[in-house]
């Protein structure tokens, strides 16, 4: 036995120090491990753990059905199709190369947007299933189920894509859908969507993109290592958009888009005593089925810069002169105002002298002595510059603007133009010189700086019709959830009261009965047999035009400087159902090019027999 007195001190001092190594390895070795514990657990632990997680369990989004969107006979004209679209999981996937190439004989795949896609991907999350096509054809669907058991990492998923019935029909009122953009989806404005998804853009689809879109369900799946599935673990299932009614009937949209084939112009016809839009109609249209694929950069701006503007919605965007329909405005503030009375002649022989200047009549050799009735029934000019010259334009923009023009009418649309109504202080305050009196004349007649839009012109004449009440227009009839609750109703929205005298009204009802059911009437070629359909022609001139050709015949006349065709109508006039206005860009006199359309979407409407 060792004994105290028998202790090497050299051996115990070696003894400690190779102990203290001893302990200082150990101590190393538990700090790498806890370092390395901490580094699993810790920092990668969210990670791994939703490897692992999607490793076994899998969340698959369910998108929603967007809205139906039908006409107000419940004809379905916009509802949705399945989308079959391709996804990879790129861990899955043992020779991508080798995928690829199989997937771009198989299913006509894009190879290098394909690579593209797969690069950005995995830098990410390589268990996240990547879409590489979206909307395959059946036969690309069939040719890549057929050999699914040989290409690893592959999936099919089944979407619901928007689908436009009708291609181009109705294509103002309904709008379109496109892919959220990144600044939308940082707004806050839309939280139920997110990147990828498609929102409405405009019209429709635009208005009511919050009840149309619908809930996002989800499911999560339980897989084996190959990804297949094994079951379901939970789900949760989307609910559909609300279903949208809309005030357009189909068959006279269709009708008022026949119309204007191979023309520009717009065609608005609406109730006059609710403001229910019948039809609107704007051409060159297009067709919203090609905004949900995507449009190319080239294409987008091949529409954007046409000439023929194409996604401009004439109806409500587009402002003309109106030309003579503005005599009805100027009828009725001539009777308010007392400065003229409804016998007294005036004589037109052809020309008006002001200062300076000569304007004349549309009848080169005059009418003779005309009232305010044949006045308005023959559209006399002159008979109007005498009225304009005693009324001045402050009171004739004074009874416009009570007649809702020079302003948004507040259609449900949006991208509405005001128009425009001048006065002496806008004219100072616009171009910093005083309203000159030939301004006033041309002015009477719907020219000099008057600009109005289509439908603003189809409301103008609802009102004297409907005793001065002014409709704010609507197009939609009722959005109803997909259970049936009703989250809106059509109801007639009162936009101002024009606050004419009933007697004024009277007469220029009666005259604008004349002026298509009188002789030597402008608008004689809307007159049909049974029913008495009242309007106003107006033919707009181009600024350009008298530069160019003055006297010309139409036809030798540039096409770009020939006058704008007007027509407004309702009927029947006794008790009117129907307003209509019909503008036709560059289509010379309104009696012959827009009073026939007028008549025909008329006839088609109160099912009229030719």
């Known amino acids: 036995m060792l004994k105290p007195s028998h202790f090497d001190p050299v051996s115990s001092e070696i003894f400690s120090k190779q102990l203290k190594i001893a302990m200082l390895v150990v101590l190393m070795a538990f700090g790498i491990l806890i370092l390395r514990l901490w580094t699993l657990q810790i920092v990668n632990g969210p990670a791994y753990r939703a490897k692992s997680e999607h490793n076994r369990i899998r969340l698959h989004d369910i998108p929603p059905f967007r809205g139906m969107i039908m ?3 419940s004809e379905v004209l916009v509802d949705n199709r399945p989308s079959y679209d391709l996804y990879v999981i790129p861990e899955e996937v043992q020779n991508r190369s080798e995928l690829l190439d199989r997937l771009s004989r198989l299913g006509d795949l894009d190879r290098e947007a394909a690579e593209r896609i797969l690069d950005k991907a995995g830098s990410g999350y390589p268990f996240k299933p990547v879409c590489l096509k979206t909307d395959m054809s059946r036969d690309e669907l069939a040719s890549i189920e057929s050999h699914r058991f040989d290409l690893p990492g592959l999936m099919i998923r089944v979407r619901p894509q928007r689908h436009y019935f009708y291609e181009g029909l109705a294509s103002h009122v309904l709008g379109y859908v496109g892919e959220i953009s990144e600044a939308q989806l940082m707004s806050g404005q839309f939280p139920k969507n997110r990147a990828g998804d498609l929102i409405g853009k405009r019209g429709v689809e635009w208005k009511w993109q919050a009840q149309l879109n619908g809930i996002r369900g989800g499911e999560q799946v339980e897989v084996d290592a190959a990804g297949r599935k094994i079951a379901m673990v939970s789900r949760k299932d989307p609910i559909s958009g609300a279903n949208i009614c809309l005030t357009i009937d189909k068959r ?13 112009g717009a065609v608005v016809a609406i109730n006059p005593l609710n ?57 009725l503030a001539a009777l308010e105002e007392g400065v ?16 300076k200047g000569t304007y004349r009549c549309w009848k080169k050799w005059g009418h003779g002595k005309v009232n ?26 004074q009874y416009a603007k009570r007649l809702g023009l020079g302003k948004e009418t507040g259609l449900d649309l949006g991208e509405e133009s005001s128009g425009l109504v001048p006065t002496t202080e806008w004219k100072l305050k616009k171009w910093g010189v005083p309203w000159q009196p030939g301004e006033t004349i041309s002015t009477s007649i719907g ?36 259970d049936g609750e009703t989250l809106f109703e059509f109801e007639a929205i009162s936009a101002g009261e024009a606050g004419i005298k009933p007697e004024h009204l009277e007469l220029v009802k009666k005259a604008l009965v004349g002026v298509v059911n009188q002789p030597h009437g402008t608008g004689s070629k809307a007159r049909l047999k049974d029913i008495i359909v009242a309007g106003k022609t107006g033919t707009a001139q181009v600024i350009a035009l008298k530069k160019e050709g003055g006297s010309k015949r139409e036809e030798a006349v540039p096409f770009k400087f020939r006058d704008h065709a007007w027509f407004v109508a309702i009927a029947p006039a006794s008790n009117p159902e129907i307003a209509v206005a019909v503008l036709v860009e560059h289509g010379g006199h309104g009696g012959s090019a827009a009073a026939p359309i007028a008549k025909e979407i008329i006839q088609a409407y109160l099912q009229v027999p030719s």
Not at 252 to 264: I, N, P, T, W
Not at 340 to 355: D, K, R, V
Not at 448 to 477: C, D, E, W
């Open 71 to 73: 006409d107000r006979n």
């Open 275 to 331: 403001g229910e839009v019948l039809a609107l109609a704007s051409s060159p249209s297009f067709n919203p089925n090609v905004f949900i694929r995507g449009l190319d950069k080239k294409t987008w701006q091949d529409m954007v810069l046409s000439k023929e503007f194409p996604l401009q919605n004439r109806a409500i965007s587009g402002q003309y002169p109106p030309g003579s329909v503005f005599k009805i405005v100027m009828a």
């Open 372 to 397: 305010l009735h044949r006045a308005l029934v023959e559209s006399c000019d002159v008979y109007f510059y005498v009225v304009g010259k005693r009324l001045g334009v402050d009171r004739i923009a």
């Open 340 to 355: 003229i009375s409804p016998e007294e002649e005036i004589f037109c022989n052809g020309t008006y002298s002001l200062g």
């Open 447 to 482: 020219q000099s700086f008057v600009l109005t839009t289509p439908l603003q012109m189809a409301n103008l004449i609802s009102s004297v019709f409907n005793g001065g009440h002014i409709y704010r227009p609507q197009t939609t009839k009722w959005v109803k959830k997909s």
């Open 252 to 264: 006279l949209q269709e009708l008022a888009e026949k119309s204007l084939q191979g023309k520009h």
